[in-house]
């Protein structure tokens, strides 16, 4: 299995192809753009559809029927214009419709800049449109994650018959690393049961997100949609565990800022203090047990993040009081320094 | 003072036309139109501007246009239109403008029913649209309220050159109390310092959201955005704590919810229980400090709401080990029973 | 009554106010930038509505709503943005509603160019929407006419219940000239009949293009119109008519070709040949009795218009074989040259 | 080769693919949805992309990207949905990319009702859109011929890059008729020097329609088009020539108006009367010499269409003063009676 050099946008784009995806809609945006462009290179050529949409909110609804008449289909875009695909989501979540969702996120808010962020934590994981509703999402931290990641995106939104988000962020869709490509799961996912095929010769189904009666119907979906997020909270969590075990001080981090935190840890136990990196995969359903397990004990937890402080909420309702949390932040598309994390731990350590 | 019947929809309208908003933008939506249909009927009486936009997405641009200008000015709608407008909200972060944005929650996901629900809270307090943003969320429970805090909102908004969402739901909308109108603040905002109003004889303004430079002005913004925001979290945080002192049990709930939770409250002290009702009006900021002394020692802290479990997030922060807390929800529009929380609290008790 | 330079763009917004023309909606285009930039200025001021919607449809159809509700609204745009205006122009004429809608037009076919033109003589006369309709055309070709032209175009608007197209050109609408600002024409319309002023002690109104009974509803919605426009086709020819009762040779223009004309006209006079200019000023309804008056016994007619041909058949249904005739035009926003036309004349004279 | 049964909106689709149609795009709207919902089972199954747009306007700029791209590519609508695609198709013309474009006419103006009409032949012969463009318009009145011009449509689109619009009507869409299939005409169109196929070894192309300088670029342009546009004229009118030889009446009319007319033409013939028909099959070009020969010497021409008079003036354009031309047509979706056509006949015989 040889490895190739792909840029991480391309390698979203491969993976999908490989997972059987042959349907995009989306709408340009930088930092993500190679996305789009690769799908309309590659799946015209494996019989596919790609299509640059109106607009971002025609993208979605686009997903939304692509979904609906059971194919694999994805969208990617970049924070505003995912926070255009808020509605769109929703629906597809009321509808229990699957797909691929990336954001490759800019500097915001508003326009903001084209630098990487992670500024849209808060948005993929506890819901940027309304109702009770959860995405999957997945926080990949290298090339070859953002390809096997994007394969498993399509399963678990299959599996679930939920929308999948593949949170990234501008700088590692730009990076460029050798990776071997991804192979399909060999997963097989029968749709006839609610997909609109054509409803020849068997009774019609009914996709909607509308369900008047309270009481009722909505209050039925929505217990139903709780106890599918339930079981996706107890058997979907991912994370990586990196020399915790016998660390003082555990880093807390998502994707690119993990590698950060993975270069700082490093130097850290170079100089006599050791520190550990806990990196949750799965940010929603988030690895919150394993976390505590983790952190337990710790002399601090240090959690890193490229934004104002948002995962650390969930780092706080997980760990509880079994340890003291404090909370690095970059903002407006600035990364964490290796360095400023080194002499904030070493600060705790005297 | 006289008091007059009204309809809780209307007395938001009536209350922002006292407050001087004079422009509204909004499309239509159940269970909000109310809002829409009396702002038609007043704004031409005092000079003002009512439009029916093509879209969501068009009527939070055109608040943000007359924000720019500024102008005093106001959109509603109820869930689905309220996610459509999560990348306006953004931009309007980014660029500091300040607008009045009412979601009369409605059950969901998707297109859901027309009953009212909270689910939307985290879209509103942890930020639906994209980016390290807040809004400051108010969260009335009787139609008087409705009314004053309309007043305040556009008070707050202009303070902080924030966007500032009334969070209502689809019930309380349309309840008739006997309301008496707020009065003007009489608080005066210079906006010249920002607001394009024509540049005759002075340098010219320019609002935008785009700053490229990562480092330099996306990052001063955003500091600057965290600064005022630690600002708000300071000084603006409101509660109403009800016979919290001698209870053993503490019921936490906001808006309607907190109106079911007075009820069972009392129905309890009746039945020799002792409980009270922390209710947040302001759900960002959140009245953390104030909430975690009401529960301090409590025998449990049970907090209700008409969703699947989301301030039941910023009470577990607030309160961290200080005492056990629980979580009553419905969902899919349908509406917390007294009898349930009574029972559920007398369950405690035993 | 002092004279005032205006450039004609401004001079248009400037009559429409006052023709008592309160709301403007639009969506920017070169080269008439002018006019809203003129109406966003002046609106508020006289408590009027300016507003620049998400896009020439939204436009057209905010217009529709305005004169539904009685109003007097005007719209403008250049060439690719009256095309996107096509779908609402033949509805308000299914509804018989009032609006002026002004073309500055640009070089075509598609986005152009934005120097001025006429090739869209077919979309405003012949109905470049759908449907048996027809608009009031208007084609001055002085900035004093702009906007005398202007205030006429609401009355005719308000009479007939008709849209009103203004059809200048890019040129005329950025030129400077002297103009005395025309005076309200004080015609009062009763729209009491029909507009959607509120229900309150009347019977409703119904404004509708809808009519789904071919056989009675729509035919006779149809033979109405045809009896109107009959009715204008009578009443409201308007042409110049400029020394041509002495003249060998006929040139037939509108707008600034008919400028253009006027010197050539003179031209050819001083070296002996008789000329004389017919110019439209209603292109619908064309003045075709009066152009065949003026035409007979002509030893050429010549039309000359910024495009590829197109009033030409109206002059050919008009004259029919009365006399010969020749058609001479320029295309892409290019102009016709007074040397260009006078050789053409002095080499039918040889 | 087999006769099948097909509806005339069908028979269109089927059509389509024959003739190497892999994309449609379109927005529903009756007396026309057969073909989106023909297009949505087939194209699917022959390596093709059926989409529905969120609009017309989306729609047609779909087109252009495909049409762009080298592909065969086909729209539908009827009548408020085409004079919303009239933006696009003037940008078609001035980026000379081919597309067929299927109008089913409805009754108008505004949204009408969904009878057949004629109404729109201005719009597709003298260009609803804006500047001096042309689209080869096709009319035809039998299922058979929606099917043969279906095909020839897309050669004559691509031989001369125009929009080709088939201009048919609600009733005939809807009519079921025997018909053979056509066959793919054979013919080969090479787009490599201009289609966007990706610009690897070789100079990129460029497709826009805007080009600034007026004097050179679009000047060039338009007068190339000009020059296509009489090459058009002269190689492509089309038209059926019925009994018109010993005719002492003619009668003028195209798609389901001269079915209806034929069999006026037979009654008449049978009562002693010889009238004959004359139909266009091109409305542009317009066969307007082969009409003057037609009408030559007739004692009179009668012009019936389902409008209110709109081809009758090409047919006074064509025939001049060389036969006395009268006109009968029905409005509002309303057909013409052959009773009436020969009531009429029979009166000018007295």
Not at 97 to 113: D, H
Not at 295 to 318: F, I, P
Request: include cysteine.
């Amino acid at each position: 299995m040889a490895r190739i050099l792909m840029k991480g946008n391309e390698a979203i784009g491969e993976a999908a192809i490989i997972a059987g995806c042959r349907h995009y809609f989306g709408y340009p945006i930088t930092p993500q753009n190679e996305i789009p462009a690769y799908m309309s290179l590659r799946l015209p050529k494996v019989g596919g559809t790609f299509l640059q949409a109106e607009s971002e909110v025609a993208a979605i609804n686009m997903v939304f029927g692509a979904s609906a008449a059971g194919a694999r289909v994805m969208t990617s875009s970049s924070s505003p214009g995912i926070s255009l695909k808020m509605e769109g989501i929703s629906y597809m979540a009321g509808a229990e419709l699957p797909a691929v969702v990336v954001n490759m996120m800019r500097g915001g808010p508003g326009l903001g800049n084209i630098a990487g962020a992670q500024g849209d934590y808060f948005q993929a994981v506890k819901g940027g449109g309304h109702g009770d509703y959860r995405c999957i999402v997945l926080a990949p931290s290298t090339v070859q994650e953002l390809a096997d990641l994007t394969v498993k995106a399509f399963d678990l939104a299959d599996q679930y018959r939920m929308v999948v988000i593949l949170l990234g962020d501008g700088f590692i869709g730009q990076m460029s690393e050798p990776i071997i490509l991804p192979q399909p799961s060999g997963r097989v996912f029968d749709k006839s049961a609610w997909a609109l095929t054509g409803a020849r010769d068997r009774d019609t189904h009914l996709i909607a997100s509308m369900r008047l009666n309270p009481e009722e119907a909505l209050e039925k979906l929505n217990l139903h949609l709780q106890g599918k997020y339930a079981q996706v909270e107890k058997s979907e969590r991912l994370w990586e565990d990196s020399q915790t075990g016998d660390a003082e001080y555990l880093l807390v981090a998502f994707g690119l800022s993990a590698r950060i935190c993975r270069s700082a840890a490093s130097a850290l136990r170079k100089s006599g203090i050791t520190a550990g990196l806990f990196r949750p995969i799965t940010l929603w359903p988030f690895p919150a047990q394993e976390l505590a397990v983790a952190a337990a004990g710790k002399k601090k937890v240090l959690v890193v993040e490229m934004n104002a402080g948002q995962m650390v909420e969930d780092v706080r309702l997980s760990i509880g009081s079994a340890a003291a949390i404090d909370f690095y932040g970059t903002v407006g598309g600035s990364t964490p320094q290796v360095d400023a994390i080194v002499e904030r731990i070493t600060a705790y350590a005297r």
